[in-house]
């Protein structure tokens, strides 16, 4: 009895102290799968694509983040006081259009995160263009490596693809081509290609 | 377990009056706290989630207009993503006479063979498979494809995605009306 006492609670302090707790997720996204085995760096600008079609933005990087905001103030003249600025540094995300930054930043209550209409994406007005050209003049001049490392795009199963499409597009009008693409770890087929390179010892990058 | 002596240290004789203190037992029953215990730890083996989020690379092509990549008609396998996670694909160019011919249906279950097999039947050099998604296919269809091309060890630079043509458009949703895809 003493034994099994034992046991259990050595587990259970495990397990307690292995989960990492989640951050809150106010998004809910269920990403596709893939057999990449590249973790997601704790720093990111990550694009999350929902179901619904919305784009939202998450300016991960705490250092360049009210540089970011700062350039968009700026470059899209949106007119923001010192408080309203330092309001918006606060935001977890991004999820409204530009002109309604503002309005959104002097509301009395919060709108709630499924009730925002996210940055406007179509090819007519694609504000996701301004938001990366925002971030590539902030990383200017830094490694453009680690950019590409950090640009992460994250997708809900069901998102179609024209919206998945619009953010690329928003990359490449900004010279970016390389980025990522957040997604659920998946066992590699037994007896694929894949599976009988990495059997073989090969490098798969 | 480690017991406590509650019996009294001194052997002293207490009075015929004095009623004897009954002697409780230290053990303590340790089942609940064993129950709550395990019970702690189910909740915990269950709803740690084992699966990682990772990070699939992305290489977009750049765009330069000069540079149209040629594709030889024998090495190429054009792969369309429609609705209803349906894969169409076609090998080379299509015939306008010969459309029903070429233009074929599958499932994202059985495209990963016939990748297989085109690249085991082209040389390398000329392997070229081209990717459209169509409007109504989703952001997993997209993913799932660029992955079962990893899966399936198709080196980068042989495969890439396109935009879709409108005849293409035209051709999936007639085959979409005629299969019943919803």
């Known amino acids: 009895m003493t034994a099994m006492c034992d046991v259990a609670f050595l587990l259970l302090t495990f397990f307690i102290l292995a989960t990492k707790q989640k951050p809150p997720e106010v998004l809910a996204v269920t990403p596709p799968s893939s057999v990449s085995s590249k973790a997601v760096p704790d720093k990111s600008i990550m694009f ?8 939202f933005l998450m300016l991960g990087d705490e250092t360049k983040k009210g540089d970011i905001l700062e ?10 006081s010192q408080a309203e600025m330092a309001k918006w540094k606060k935001e977890e995300f991004i999820g409204v259009p530009l002109n309604m930054v ?12 499924t009730q925002l209409p996210g940055i406007p994406n179509d090819s007519t007005n694609n504000e996701l263009v301004d938001w990366v050209r925002s971030i590539t003049n902030v990383y200017a001049g830094g490694n453009q490596r680690d950019l590409e490392q950090m640009l992460m795009v994250k997708g809900d199963n069901d ?46 990058d | 377990m480690a017991e406590i002596d509650t019996s009294s240290g001194g052997g002293h004789k207490k009075g015929p009056g004095v009623k004897k203190a009954k002697k409780l037992s230290t053990r303590v029953d340790l089942t609940p706290m064993v129950d709550l215990g395990f019970l702690l730890l189910t909740f915990f083996v269950f709803t740690t989630t084992m699966s990682q989020a990772t990070a699939m690379n992305m290489n977009e092509p750049k765009e330069d207009k ?88 198709v080196p980068p630079g042989h495969y890439a995605e396109v935009d879709i043509t409108p005849a293409e458009q035209e051709l999936i949703r007639q085959t979409e009306i005629a299969n019943g895809i919803q």
């Not at chain 2, 279950?109 to 989703?138: C, G, N």
């Open chain 1, 159 to 204: 998102a179609l693809y024209p919206i998945f499409k619009n953010v690329k597009m928003a990359f490449k009008k900004n010279e970016i081509y390389k980025f990522r693409i957040v997604t659920n770890s998946e066992a590699v087929p037994i007896g694929s290609e894949l599976y009988k390179q990495a059997i073989s010892g090969d490098k798969n």
């Open chain 1, 48 to 55: 999350t694509m929902t179901k619904e079609g919305k784009v």
């Open chain 1, 102 to 113: 503002k309005s959104s930043l002097n509301r009395a209550d919060k709108i709630p995160a």
């Open chain 1, 71 to 80: 350039n968009i103030n700026l470059t899209k003249a949106l007119n923001l």
């Open chain 2, 66 to 153: 000069d540079q149209i990549l040629k594709v030889k008609n024998s090495g190429a396998m054009t792969i369309l993503l429609g609705k209803g996670d349906q894969v169409y694909y076609y090998f080379g160019q299509l015939e306008a006479d010969k459309l029903s011919e070429e233009f074929k249906s599958t499932s994202f279950k059985e495209i990963r063979q016939l990748i297989v097999d085109k690249k085991k039947a082209t040389p390398i050099d000329d392997l070229m498979y081209i990717i459209k998604s169509d409007s109504k296919s989703t952001f997993k269809n997209s993913i799932d494809i660029l992955d079962e091309m990893s899966i399936c060890g």
